[in-house]
C-alpha cells in the first residue's frame, strides 16, 4: 500500500529526494512521518506532515535541511534531503494514515509502513 522510493549514494554536502506513495485502495493520506534507522541504532522519527493543514515537523538534526511536503492529488509524499551529511546515512521509512473504503462503502482509517529506501552519505 506504500512505496518509498528515491535512496542512493550521495556525497557528503549534496541532495536526495524520497518519496512514499500510497496505491491501491487507498483514497487520500492524512498524516505521514518519515523515520530512519542506522546500523546498530533505534528507528528515529525524523519529518511528520499533516496533509490536512500541512502543518510539519522536523528532528533538530535535520532542521533546515530537510523538508517533508505532499502532493495529495497523487496521495505521494516527498522528503526533500539538503546538505546530507554521513551521519544521515540509514534506512529511510514512511509511515502514513490512510483513509479508504471497504467493500460496504465504510470508511476505514489503516497505518501503514513503506519498505524502506537506504541512504548512503560518503564523506
Known amino acids: 500500500q506504500l512505496q518509498a522510493s528515491g535512496g542512493g549514494l550521495v556525497q557528503a554536502g549534496g541532495s536526495l529526494r524520497l518519496f512514499c506513495q500510497a496505491s491501491?485502495?487507498?483514497?487520500?493520506?492524512?498524516?505521514v512521518q518519515w523515520y530512519r534507522q542506522a546500523p546498530g541504532k533505534e528507528r528515529e522519527l525524523v519529518a511528520a506532515i499533516s496533509t490536512s493543514g500541512g502543518s510539519t515537523s522536523y528532528a533538530d538534526s535535520v532542521k533546515g535541511r530537510f523538508t517533508i511536503s505532499t502532493d495529495n492529488a497523487r496521495n505521494t509524499v516527498y522528503l526533500q534531503m539538503n546538505s546530507l551529511k554521513p551521519e544521515d546515512t540509514a534506512v529511510y521509512y514512511c509511515?502514513?494514515?490512510?483513509?479508504?473504503?471497504?467493500?460496504?462503502?465504510?470508511?476505514?482509517?489503516?497505518?501503514?509502513w513503506g519498505q524502506g529506501t537506504l541512504v548512503t552519505v560518503s564523506s
Open positions: 491501491g485502495r487507498v483514497s487520500s493520506i492524512n498524516a
Open positions: 509511515r502514513a494514515d490512510t483513509l479508504y473504503y471497504n467493500d460496504y462503502g465504510a470508511p476505514v482509517v489503516a497505518a501503514y
